[in-house]
T-cell receptor, first 114, second 112 residues
Framework: DAGITQSPRHKVTETGTPVTLRCHQT?????MYWYRQDPGHGLRLIHY???????DKGEVSDGYSVSRSKTEDFLLTLESATSSQTSVYFC?????????????FGQGTRLTVV | GENVEQHPSTLSVQEGDSAVIKCTYSDSASNYFPWYKQELGKGPQLIID?????GEKKDQRIAVTLNKTAKHFSLHITETQPEDSAVYFC???????????FGTGTSLTVIP
């Protein structure tokens, strides 16, 4: 699992409530990512980080924000959850930032917005 | 941005037969192409990858081929086993930004 821990693993929340998902890594890698996985869409990038306080948007960033105050933690926040954000969320890290880039994934967080 | 297409979406093979999954990409600057296997309830796991300076790579029963001119790459699994049943994803990336773009996945079923 490349030292990646996602929490919580499952969450049910109500529409309109804020939700924060946490990704913790133990290997001090620079790049961290948040993806969502939905049937028929594969994995789509929400946000990514290339260092402490350095983040950027992915292809499906609307409705999400992220923060990275420490190398080991990357937080994904849904400011006001909607039913369309029901999904499985995966955190990933890149082992290197050179040409030999590889990404490794956490176990996922299943989020249900009711 | 990059667009990765993956086919087929589902694939059933008899145990011992071969399975082939194909992907195409749009960004000629992409230079790294990993393949992931995802079992039910788990995160995607890297199984093999190929870089743009190589045309083919093999690891035991798994091989990947890359055609840069045609912008497509393929995963080949030989002598399939029931434990190969899973969803497989291809992806493309280039060094700048290290963003990964994924295909929509292939659900492989190996029938004993």
């Amino acid at each position: 699992d490349a030292g990646i821990t996602q929490s919580p693993r499952h969450k049910v929340t109500e529409t309109g409530t804020p939700v924060t998902l946490r990704c913790h890594q133990t290997e001090n890698h620079r790049y961290m990512y948040w993806y969502r996985q939905d049937p028929g869409h594969g994995l789509r990038l929400i946000h990514y980080s290339y260092g402490v306080k350095d983040t950027d948007k992915g292809e499906v960033s609307d409705g999400y924000s992220v923060s990275r105050s420490k190398t080991e933690d990357f937080l994904l926040t849904l400011e006001s959850a909607t039913s369309s954000q029901t999904s499985v969320y995966f955190c990933a890290i890149s082992r290197t930032e050179l040409r030999d880039t590889e990404a490794f994934f956490g176990q996922g967080t299943r989020l249900t917005v009711v | 941005g990059e667009n990765v297409e993956q086919h087929p979406s589902t694939l059933s093979v008899q145990e011992g037969d071969s399975a082939v999954i194909k992907c195409t990409y749009s960004d000629s600057a992409s230079n790294y192409f990993p393949w992931y296997k995802q079992e039910l309830g788990k995160g995607p796991q890297l199984i093999i990858d190929i870089r743009s300076n190589v045309g083919e790579k093999k690891d035991q029963r798994i091989a990947v081929t890359l055609n840069k001119t045609a912008k497509h790459f393929s995963l080949h699994i030989t002598e399939t086993q029931p434990e190969d049943s899973a969803v497989y994803f291809c992806a493309a990336s280039r060094n700048t930004g290290n963003q990964f773009y994924f295909g929509t996945g292939t659900s492989l079923t190996v029938i004993p």
